[in-house]
């Protein structure tokens, strides 16, 4: 809590008119000098201030100051209740409910405290916000093992108030041992991160992606007591990737605690040897990505200029496999139809990552999807591949697909192969579907031919989690592109086995996990009659003028 300085200084003159008018000064001086007498040898000329602090407990004269005291937190009290104030910092518009959680004792639980943040130097000259002011405000949302938590909002600061924990439960995920607790050595297997994403939210509501951090919990299996203290630096997104935005301050704990630790030596050969693993899988997948290449542009020269993406940039700068940012989601009862999957899809926020400086250029960013769920907002490939990986989901044949629209301008969307095979496009940032009747170019000028309807005019390549396949026909215009996918003198595969080690879930990689949807905390019915209630005096009040 902070107090303004006139309230400050006010109470320290209330504490030292107290202390004078008891006499404390002298008092201490008398059980100072005693304790010198009683308890300090000729040869020990040191006191310390714990045994100084413990000779005044011991003669009560720490417990008289504090009664004497005591009117102060009354007055408090007093104020309290006749008048409750208005926060000076962040009001949150529902007040907050503690919920009780069910542990289960027979169970791993991994409790993640965030301790208050420091070094957010770009909010250093941020004003203290007035009572009762709307501010700009951080939140941190986490995922570890198909679970997902959200801190409180907490104003934007140089050092941001985050006090909040989260209990992940370390789950196993074979079935049958899903009962038995899991001990060190299995957890030391468990390679899967904590993904913290911080976001910022301003006055007008608009989110920001600020940082996006995968914590390597496994520390605290040898710490001392099953609890470390962490400070993990956060750097920046996009063109900011190598600039340090902040630090948080983290305690992970175990719960229960383990029976036994781990010692350093292990955890840390673990984390080498899981390195060195994923580096050399990714140094070999990149080795076949360049073959698979030359042997491309062997085909036809012409084939460098079309837009085949092997490769994309998350929000970190790290080159990732574009199949890795694919994988079948299941959302439950939350979606109910791949065309419901399409305009949750499309309802999402569309936005172009930033760019710093002009000339037109198009930074590329292919979000993480907890990042792009968090911002709820992001450009036409996070849409395409969060719609692509629902459309897995509900068992379909679906692929990414790399083009231009018109003016050349890059762009993805999503295709559908159905089992009679029709192929359909998904336009994932508005829910539009188009059959695609390709037009055959020998057919005599006298043949009717199909008139596309969707807005695509070229096609590179499409993927999806476990194939990849550049386009070899001769145009790459989609209305001319016939998608026989088997047919390799149309469509160049790459290896199922390449792709599969670097971007499979359960490899030992630098993939992230996928988080699992969550159900929306508004209540629909609610929501709708408020919507319904003030249309109605908005069209009432029209009528009248």
């Given at each position: 809590m902070s107090l303004p300085p006139e309230k400050a200084s006010e109470l320290k003159q209330i504490i030292h008119q107290q202390l004078v008018k008891m006499d404390v000064h002298g008092r201490i001086r008398e059980v100072?000098?005693?304790?010198?007498?009683?308890?300090?040898?000729?040869e020990h000329q040191q006191l310390s201030t714990e045994d100084l602090i413990k000779a005044l407990r011991q003669r009560g004269i720490?417990?008289?100051?504090?009664?004497?005291?005591?009117?102060v937190t009354d007055v408090n009290e007093k104020e309290r209740t006749s008048a409750p104030k208005p926060s000076t910092h962040f009001v949150d518009r529902e007040p907050p409910v503690l919920q009780k959680t069910n542990i289960d004792p027979t169970r791993r639980y991994l409790y993640l405290q965030v301790l208050g943040g420091k070094a957010f130097l770009e909010h250093l000259q941020e004003p203290e916000p007035l009572p009762g002011q709307i501010c700009s405000t951080f939140t941190l949302c986490l995922h570890f093992r198909n679970q997902r938590f959200r801190s409180k909002p907490v104003p934007c600061a140089c050092e941001p108030d985050f006090h909040d924990g989260f209990l992940l439960e370390v789950h196993k995920d074979s079935l049958g041992d899903g009962s038995k607790m899991v001990d060190a050595t299995t957890m030391l297997s468990i390679c899967d991160p904590v993904h913290m994403v911080l976001i910022k939210t301003d006055t007008f509501g608009e989110t920001t992606l600020v940082a996006s951090y995968f914590l390597e919990w496994r520390s605290v299996l040898a710490a001392e007591n099953g609890i470390t203290n962490v400070a993990v630096e956060l750097l920046g997104v996009g063109t900011e990737s190598k600039v340090s935005v902040g630090i948080?301050?983290?305690?992970?704990?175990?719960?229960?605690?383990?029976?036994?630790?781990?010692?350093?030596?292990?955890?840390?050969?673990?984390?080498?040897?899981?390195?060195?693993?994923?580096?050399?899988?990714?140094?070999?997948?990149?080795?076949?990505?360049?073959?698979?290449?030359?042997?491309?542009?062997?085909?036809?020269?012409?084939?460098?200029?079309?837009?085949?993406?092997?490769?994309?940039?998350?929000?970190?700068g790290v080159n990732?496999?574009?199949?890795?940012y694919i994988r079948p989601l299941r959302a439950g009862r939350l979606l109910d139809t791949p065309r419901q999957a399409a305009r949750f899809v499309s309802v999402l926020g569309y936005e172009r990552a930033p760019v710093i400086g002009g000339g037109g250029g198009k930074q590329e960013q292919w979000c993480t999807l907890l990042a792009f769920l968090c911002r709820n907002k992001g450009d036409?490939?996070?849409?395409?591949?969060?719609?692509?990986?629902?459309?897995?989901?509900?068992?379909?044949e679906a692929f990414v697909c790399v083009g231009t629209k018109a003016k050349g301008v890059?762009?993805?969307?999503?295709?559908?192969?159905?089992?009679?095979?029709?192929?359909?496009?998904w336009e994932s940032l508005t829910g539009h579907r188009y059959i695609h009747r390709p037009i055959n170019p020998d057919d005599p000028p006298l043949v009717e031919q199909p008139k596309p309807?969707?807005?695509?005019?070229?096609?590179?390549?499409?993927?999806?989690?476990?194939?990849?396949?550049?386009?070899?026909?001769?145009?790459?215009?989609?209305?001319?592109?016939?998608?026989?996918?088997?047919?390799?003198?149309?469509?160049?595969?790459?290896s199922g086995e390449a792709i599969k080690s670097v971007c499979s879930p359960g490899t030992t990689s630098s993939?992230?996990?996928?988080?699992?949807?969550?159900?929306?905390?508004?209540?629909a019915a609610v929501t709708s009659n408020e919507l319904e209630l003030q249309l109605r005096i908005l069209v009432s009040e029209h009528r009248k003028h």
């Open positions: 100072l000098a005693e304790t010198i007498r009683e308890e300090l040898a000729p720490i417990d008289d100051v504090m009664k004497e005291l005591k009117f948080l301050n983290i305690r992970l704990e175990m719960y229960p605690q383990l029976n036994k630790t781990l010692s350093p030596e292990i955890t840390n050969t673990q984390f080498a040897l899981e390195r060195q693993k994923t580096a050399e899988k990714e140094r070999l997948f990149l080795v076949y990505a360049k073959q698979w290449w030359r042997e491309y542009l062997q085909i036809r020269p012409t084939h460098n200029v079309r837009l085949v993406k092997i490769f994309a940039q998350d929000e970190n990732r496999p574009v199949c890795s036409c490939e996070d849409h395409a591949n969060l719609l692509c990986s629902l459309l897995l989901g509900f068992g379909l890059p762009h993805t969307w999503v295709m559908t192969c159905g089992t009679d095979g029709t192929i359909t496009f309807l969707y807005p695509y005019r070229t096609i590179g390549c499409i993927f999806n989690h476990q194939k990849f396949l550049g386009n070899c026909q001769p145009s790459d215009a989609v209305e001319v592109c016939v998608f026989h996918l088997h047919d390799e003198s149309k469509w160049k595969p790459m993939v992230p996990p996928f988080p699992p949807l969550c159900a929306s905390t508004i209540d």
